[in-house]
């Protein structure tokens, strides 16, 4: 884990490098951008050294949490920034998550227990177009059903309609807003964050939905041919139990591989759908980074995903150990 | 080797075995497909090569035989081959405008400038300035058919055979390798591709530096896990004892045997890279505006979705939604015919 975060670290230096002038990176206001300044922060952050002396100065800043200023939201700091905008999307990966989860394993036991049938049939090939779909245009479209067509949902603009205030309405502050208004009591409030979150989450669901379904169907009928599962039909325990007690159990523990690397996936920000619905969350702080041609908040982004999905996989190895007594970790 | 095959395929048909598709694993073929493998080997004059593409030829034919039983291949089939059409003859289907610099950018009519419904004027409407939406679709074929061929055939190349040498030879070599995919593969695909596009600047050659630089990870980690096992096999120790350079092995021992995934991995991949290309593209960062690329051609409409224009959003969707679709269908049905499980 540890030399595949170096690793990152020295891509990420490298990609920094590529992209001109580091020093900018650290000006936190452009327009005042005097030779004088600019040498300065060369002093400081010893970009006059030579490259490789730079990446030891820089790993060693990053460290500390000094990732240099993100044009791409006000010039604030870039740890600023990902404090203040991973709640957000922390809310939509997890109700994205709970929502494909609920779905999928349901859809995925039953495709896989009547196996070859039209049911199965059909969920394969949903799946598939689940997974072809371009995302964005998922939104979009969700958007014109849902918002100009039939009206359901606010403007799809924000986490919460302009007649809210979080700073005003709330005496609660996490940035977790689904916490924060049913904490502060606002119900009005919590309702509307609601109705903001149901259209990003089903299409952020998607994709994950059909990943699981796959994944848990396969597994599933690994399982159904099994020996145990064979014995308990053998000792007559009706289908039922036999499904849901000892295959659906233990068909579960792969799967929840699948939904742990998806979920620390979706924890990077899910950058077209977060865009689509002008979600202010890091993945459209790094599409905006990315347009703006934001190096210091790109880069900031990059590496937060990797170090999220390192520890996604690492934790997921746990969990794995946990569930199936036969995985021990060496 | 080849006498061997011959030998199996002489005793098969005297025993008379019919129902060989249902049973075997390598040496399998219904009969007829078995008495087409012989005919096609007599009929090359039994030159030494059609000999030893036999058994593999008729491999080939079985797997074509399967993949014809399976309704969801044969549909991706026919979309790729429909849309690969469109992508080899767009001028066919839309003629680019006599003296256009640049035949992938829509062309537009400032006569026009209010988007139209699809109609007489345009057969799929048009976007700002008389952007001809079916122009846009035809030729966004075309970019992303190639886009998607060439980063995908690059990426398998280097990442295959990255792969093998890190599968083949193992210690040093395999650590290094393996070290450096686990790298590219612990960022997700299109926030590295998106950061290297951001510094890269735009255009659609720009996105495929970007793509390549990250997509031939993934199949190194494939080919990688299939050369491992595969080169314990005996037949690498006799093809090794009978004095086959290092080389010759791992091309004509190892690739053959371990590619399988490959296959299916690229063909699902033509699919992602154009789904990324797209996604890319709707945030500003691959083919620029104006270009006939469905990513931007839904970035531009996107500030009509109130208006009522839905035609400039709902039209490329659906053509990167088939294009992706194709090769996702075909890729699932290749998995299936490929998988020595599901070879009954």
Known sequence: ?330 | MMVKGLKVEADKKRSGTSASAKEGTSATGSSANLMGGIKGGMRAGGSRIMLALRPRLREWRFSLHLMSKSATSIAGIVLIVVLAFIAAFPSLLAPPIPGARDPFVIPLDYERPVPEKPGANFTLGSGDDGADIYYGIIWGARISMTFAIQVVLVGAFVGAILGLFAGYFGGVIDEVIMRLTDIFLSIPGLILVMAIAAVLGRGTEATKVALLSVWWAGYTRLIRGTALSVRENSYVDAARASGAGEIKIMFRHILPNSWTPVVVQATMDMGTVVLTLAGLSYLGLGAPIGYAEWGVMINQGEPYITSGYWWMIVFPGLAILSFVLAFNLMGDGLRDVLDPKMRR
Do not use: C
């Not at chain 1, 992209?19 to 600019?38: H, M, N, R």
């Not at chain 1, 998922?138 to 918002?147: A, R, S």
């Not at chain 1, 233990?250 to 690397?261: F, K, M, Q, R, S």
């Open chain 1, 1 to 330: 884990m540890i030399p595949v975060l170096i690793g990152v670290s020295l891509l990420t230096f490298f990609i920094i490098r590529l992209a001109g002038d580091p020093v900018f990176s650290y000006l936190q206001d452009p327009s005042k951008a005097t030779e004088q300044i600019l040498d300065q922060i060369r002093e400081k952050y010893h970009l006059n050294e030579p490259t490789y002396v730079q990446y030891f100065y820089w790993l060693n800043s990053v460290l500390h949490g000094d990732l240099g200023y993100t044009k791409a939201a006000q010039n604030i700091p870039v740890t600023e920034a990902i404090a203040l905008k991973f709640p957000a999307t922390f809310e939509l990966a997890l109700t994205s998550t709970i929502l494909a989860v609920s779905i999928g394993v349901s859809v995925g036991t039953r495709a896989a227990v009547k196996a070859n049938s039209a049911t199965d049939q059909s969920a394969r090939v949903v799946s598939l177009v689940a997974v072809s779909i371009p995302v964005f245009w998922l939104g979009i479209l969700l958007i014109i059903i849902f918002y100009n067509m039939l009206g359901w949902t606010p403007i799809p603009h924000n986490q919460y309609s302009t007649e809210f205030d979080p700073r005003a309405d709330l005496n609660v502050h996490t940035n977790f807003l689904l916490i924060d208004t049913l904490l502060s009591g606002n119900f009005d409030f919590f309702f509307d964050h609601v109705m903001h979150l149901v259209l990003p989450t089903i299409t952020l669901a998607f994709a994950t939905t059909a990943i699981i379904v796959r994944m848990m169907r396969s597994s599933m009928l690994e399982v159904l041919g099994s020996e145990y599962v064979r014995t308990a039909r053998a000792k007559g325990l009706p289908e039922k139990v036999v499904i849901r007690k000892h295959a659906r159990r233990n068909a579960l523990i792969p799967t929840t591989t699948v939904i742990g690397l998806s979920f620390g996936g979706l924890l990077g920000g899910a950058v077209l759908t977060e865009t689509v619905f002008s979600w202010n969350g890091l993945g459209q702080w790094a599409a905006d980074a990315a347009e703006a041609i934001d190096t210091a908040g790109i880069m900031g982004f990059t590496l937060l995903t990797a170090v999220i999905y390192v520890l996604a996989n690492l934790t997921v190895d746990l969990v794995y150990s946990f569930l199936d007594p036969r995985v021990r970790l060496g």
